[in-house]
């Protein structure tokens, strides 16, 4: 039997997964690596041991999972954005990966922000300004690597490129990838001049730009040989985890929004024009030529509600942190919502949208003596959903949005799916396909094999199997909270600085 | 050696016993207690009294019951170099060998088998520094071992030195605990996977990873798969090759080099691991770098 196998490289794991050619989960694999911090602002990784996973991802997917029954038609890429892999003319890494999550272009996203053509770097190029996208890590290894360093850079690729230039020897970028590199216009799908030149770099320092069904990639033979593949199975570049993710989850047209809470989170919507924000908050990436996916990202998601785990959780149970969290939860359930007046800012780790403060952090208000640790719990599930709500609020001063798609572990957990369906007085879907990145990719290939017309034709497979209805008494009450909770995360900046300024040593 | 602090008893008898000391200190002593650097083994116990001391350059609060283990060439003291009012007592030994980056050699007078020696000496580098809350059995091991040495009963040597196995075991078992119990598996994994990237070259098994993380070898194993997808086992291949991956892309080194420094006792079973991983030999896949 024919099938789709995809691959998504994210942030902590990779996972091989195999579709049939419905869309169907037929089964999958993953292996996980680790992130390395060896300073404080610093997020790298080992793009070696991530290939290594890679292949043992699909090795065993393939071999073990599959075995003789079914013959994929195409093998889709996905990966996470905003990662940067310096490799010499040989095509060897020259370090680690700098991933996503890395801050150490904190200076140089300051300095491109203040700078005038600022502006009009992010109007072209849709990513916003920040230390997570890759032109300021650019700018950073060029004012802090000896130039002799600076020039054995043959190119500077993502980790999405690294994997595919092992597997084929070639060195291409799709369109999706390079909407989130801060240097690509996602108007003229070009290499942007402007941004190339505040980085320091030529357009030969980047791969090859393809659209994202670029199907001419050639597997070399020892890969077809060690997957046990033919030479007939197509090679598919694929798209960004994110604008995959959005696709995976039926939503391609204007009118839907999705919601991820995974360990960080995201609100986003799709359509045929890009949201032009003065004030730069949100993201534009591209998913295919004219298909833009714009929204906002928040680093306060389940890392959040696990960070409250670890410190006030008490389970018996040794290391087993799922237990912990279904007690806490339960807990929860059982105080009202708004959490007795309690209210939570989740900015544990800085925020992205829509404050984009890096020094906002958290903050526990309105305690009163009657308040209980089920409250804090319940507090703090509240105060990571009203985050995604203000960037939601956000976006619907520029799209309608009628219907929310929800995925994530958190996110699809029953008291976070339904407090996001109170906050935001909306009905909440959750799909059929959980892992929606991996769907997506999956959407893609079929496309491209002709069994789907178009994308839209894709995305209306995707069924939804469990639905949230909004509390409107809940929601009236919610938005009081919401009020005040916009409002502290503004007023209390000045604070924040001072805060921050008490915790650096 | 300050007059306030006394010896317990001679230990001449024990040559890897360096001191044995109770500290009883009735008033605040001004500039009796600064940050020193530590030699030997040192297990400390708190019996009296609220110590804020600096160890290895991070403040730390003290209460009784509170058990600090050093290692050689670790640092501790007061940042004031006050001595607070209180009790303590402690044990340094004398490991035979354990100099950095050298592995952990009690000596013969321990039961402890080599192996475990050697992962004891890794963990208390890699959690260092060992501060154990509130837990007693460390001072009633000490009140112990100075008794038996004390009364020289029958066999006492015998006694002693199995005293001080079981001190060590009984810390080590309550640091793998104590570590992971507010934790979750990731992070501990997290750290297992900084020790193993820290000594590639060592023939890890499964029973010490497990015994890293807290946990027996069956559950460590179950969680590994469940988390990381791959067995222990397969999961250290993987940074193994990983490292040999840039070593043989970034250095000069000679294969056999190679597969030794990432774990790998013959080139031959390097080569077929990583041909079976990667598609390749090592070889070709060092000339494919070159092209």
Known sequence: ?505 | MSPFVQQLTSLAEFTHIKELIRLKNPIVKLLEWPVRIQSGIKVLCVLEGKFEWIIENKLHFLYPNDVVVLCPGQSLGSPSGTLEIGSLAWITLQPESFELHKELALGKWSAINDNDQKLLGRLLVSHSPVVLNNLKQPYELLQRIENEIKQTEFAYQVRVNQLIDELIVTIVRQLSQQQNQRRDFPQAFAQLEQMLRDSLDHPWTVEEMAAVVGLGSTAFTEKVKAFSGFSPLNYLINIRIAEAMKQLRQSQKSLTDIALDTGFYSSQHFSTTFKKLTGYTPGQFRKRGQE
Not at chain 1, 160 to 172: N, R, S
Not at chain 1, 415 to 428: E, H, P, R
Not at chain 1, 469 to 494: D, V
Request: hydrophobic content about 40%; overall charge neutral; charged content about 20%.
């Open chain 1, 1 to 505: 039997m024919d099938c789709i196998v995809t691959l998504d490289i994210g942030t902590t794991k990779v996972k091989a997964s195999a579709f049939d050619m419905s869309a169907n989960l037929i089964g999958w694999r993953q292996g996980t690596y680790p992130t390395f911090h060896p300073q404080p602002d610093y997020s790298e990784q080992d793009s070696e041991q991530i290939f290594l996973t890679v292949l043992y991802a699909l090795k065993s997917l393939l071999n073990d999972e599959l075995g003789k029954k079914y013959h994929p038609s195409a093998l889709v890429f996905g990966a996470s954005m905003h990662s940067v892999l310096p490799i010499d003319k040989q095509g060897v890494p020259l370090r680690n990966a700098v991933i996503w999550a890395d801050n150490r272009g904190r200076n140089e996203a300051n300095a491109l922000k203040q700078a005038p053509e600022g502006k009009l770097i992010y109007e072209a190029t849709g990513t916003p300004l920040h230390p997570m996208s890759p032109l300021a890590k650019i700018c950073w290894f060029h004012n802090h690597t000896p130039p002799t360093w600076f020039e054995k850079v043959y190119k500077f690729i993502s980790i999405k490129e690294y994997v595919i230039y092992q597997l084929t020897g070639q060195l291409v970028i799709d369109h999706s990838i390079a909407s989130s590199t801060g240097l690509f216009n996602i108007h003229t799908l070009t290499w942007e001049k402007l941004a190339l030149d505040f980085a320091g770099i030529k357009p030969q320092q980047l791969s090859e730009l393809v659209p994202i069904d670029f199907g001419e990639l050639k597997l070399k033979k020892e890969y077809v040989r060690l997957f046990r593949l033919t030479s007939a199975t197509k090679v598919i570049v694929g798209a960004s985890d994110g604008c995959l993710a959005t696709l995976g989850a039926g939503v391609v047209t204007e009118g839907d929004a999705t919601i991820t809470i995974g360990s960080s989170g995201a609100m986003r919507v799709a359509g045929n024009q890009v949201i032009q924000d003065s004030q730069q908050r949100f993201f534009n990436y591209l998913l295919t030529k004219g298909k833009y996916i714009s929204g906002g990202p928040t680093n306060n998601g389940g890392v959040v509600f696990e960070w409250f785990v670890q410190q006030f959780g008490t389970s018996g149970i040794h290391l087993d942190m799922d237990y912990t969290i279904k007690q806490l939860l339960m807990e929860a359930e059982r105080v009202p919502a708004g959490a007795g007046g309690l209210l939570f800012l989740p900015y544990l780790l800085g925020e992205r949208a829509p404050l984009w403060n890096a020094n906002a952090r958290g903050a526990y208000i309105g305690a009163n003596i009657t308040h209980e640790r089920r409250h804090f719990i319940r507090a703090t599930v509240e105060g990571i959903v009203y985050e995604i709500y203000s960037i939601g609020k956000l976006l619907q001063q520029y799209r309608s949005i009628q219907n929310l798609y929800i995925n994530g572990a958190y996110a699809t957990l029953p008291l976070f799916a339904q407090v996001l369906s109170d906050v935001f007085g909306k009905t909440v879907y959750i799909n059929d396909k959980h892992d929606s990145a991996s769907a997506g990719a999956a959407l893609l290939g079929l496309t491209h094999l002709g069994i789907f017309k178009d994308l839209e034709d894709a995305a209306r497979t995707i069924r939804s199997v469990e639905t949230y209805q909004p509390n409107l008494t809940h929601h009236e009450r919610y938005g009081r909270f919401a009020e005040i909770f916009e409002r502290l995360s503004y007023k209390l900046s000045e604070d924040f600085d001072a805060l921050v300024a008490l915790q650096t040593p």
